[in-house]
């Protein structure tokens, strides 16, 4: 089993943002972690877990003993022998006593929020910090024996490709073994979207894609999702999972589980949350919806999907389930073997190509 925590706090807001998240604010954050308990008891059943993640917000943004808190709450679960425990971090709020702390506490891998290394990009986006200091905090945990280490980085923030390509030599400087390169998406409601920022020009973002594309992989780093590139070995447990639509706990404020076939959504009102109203939604997945989100998730992965293990799953055939017949012929979906998977050159439009994967045909 997989397990999701979300810590909804942070210590400024990203202009882009549009995550379940809230200024640190220590009032909460007893009561916050009082709830969490209650809610990890009264919902996790002693399964073996292979993955924990702790996401936000930033989990980073609190305290040392705040943090001691959480990990106490977390020895509740039946940990795996091989495990991935993750934990996402920012740069500023990362010190030498808190890798110490994730080192003693089991954590074996950190995924750190950077976004990019350009000072007028950073300013867009309402981040702090500079290329010495992520080189610094990366070397800590290196030194602490962490060295699963992700970043995450964001390109199409502005029409400058040159930005782009310095910001992937100076990812491949810190030599880490995986990154998430996400474009710029601007939601409403976000700081962006209420100054009417705009997006870029789209054949210079897909320039950018298919440069950070070729540039990581001719330096050995293998493209595995649509927007995650790794080290042999590397690949993220937790994230194949969702990708495989497989079953997960989400713990916290607005955390989202898959138990069962049913999908289960957490209130993001931190009031009631901490007044243990967790839930806000519940809903079964029927087949029909499965077999959907089977398509739509597995296609993000590159090697696709095994068309024998969809069979064991349904009894059924996934070249029957989906009318793929126009996408086959125009070379759009590939089967080679037992993977059906998304052309290569088509990966950069898939969430067009997905989206029709929402109709069952049989
Ligand atoms: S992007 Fe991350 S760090 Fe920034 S406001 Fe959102 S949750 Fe907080």
């Given at each position: ?205 897909y320039e950018m894609y298919k440069y950070i594309e ?65 839930i806000s939604d519940k809903e079964y997945e029927d ?76």
């Open positions: 089993m997989y397990i999701y925590i979300h810590i909804p706090f942070c210590n400024c807001i990203c202009s882009y943002c549009d995550f379940c998240k809230m200024l640190y604010n220590k009032k909460y954050i007893n009561d916050y972690l009082d709830s969490l308990e209650k809610e990890i008891k009264s919902r996790y059943k002693g399964e073996l877990i292979r993955s924990i993640y702790i996401g936000g917000g930033t989990p980073s943004s609190l305290s040392l003993n705040e943090l001691e808190r959480l990990f106490n709450i977390i020895k509740i679960f039946n940990i795996d022998n091989d495990y991935e425990f993750t934990i996402e971090c920012n740069v500023d709020s990362l010190s030498i006593d808190m890798i110490k702390l994730f080192s003693k506490n089991k954590v074996n891998r950190v995924s750190l929020g950077v976004q990019s290394f350009n000072q007028d990009i950073l300013k867009i986006l309402n981040r702090n910090h500079t290329y010495e200091e992520v080189y610094k905090v990366i070397n800590n945990l290196k030194n602490n024996n962490i060295n699963n280490i992700n970043i995450d980085l964001m390109y199409g923030v502005t029409n400058n490709i040159d930005i782009v390509k310095q910001d992937i030599d100076y990812f491949l400087n810190l030599d880490i073994p995986h990154i998430s390169c996400y474009s710029l998406i601007i939601e409403d409601n976000t700081i962006l979207s209420i100054n009417n920022y705009k997006n870029i020009d789209e054949d210079i973002e070729n540039k990581l992989t001719s330096k050995g780093y293998i493209h595995y999702e649509i927007s995650n590139y790794a080290k042999e070995g590397y690949k993220s447990i937790h994230n194949i999972n969702y990708w495989n639509n497989g079953y997960y706990y989400g713990f916290g404020l607005g955390s989202v589980s898959y138990i069962d076939d049913y999908r289960i959504t957490n209130t993001r009102n931190i009031n009631k949350y901490n007044k243990c109203l967790f087949i029909n919806i499965r077999m959907s989100n089977d398509m739509i998730l597995g296609l993000r992965k590159i090697e696709g999907i095994s068309i024998s293990e969809f069979f064991d799953k349904y009894k059924k055939d996934i070249r029957e389930v989906f009318s793929i017949d126009d996408l086959l012929k125009d070379n759009i979906l590939i089967i080679d073997n037992d993977k059906m998977y998304i052309n290569s050159k088509y990966i950069y439009l898939s969430n067009d190509i997905l989206l029709r994967f929402l109709d069952i045909v049989n």
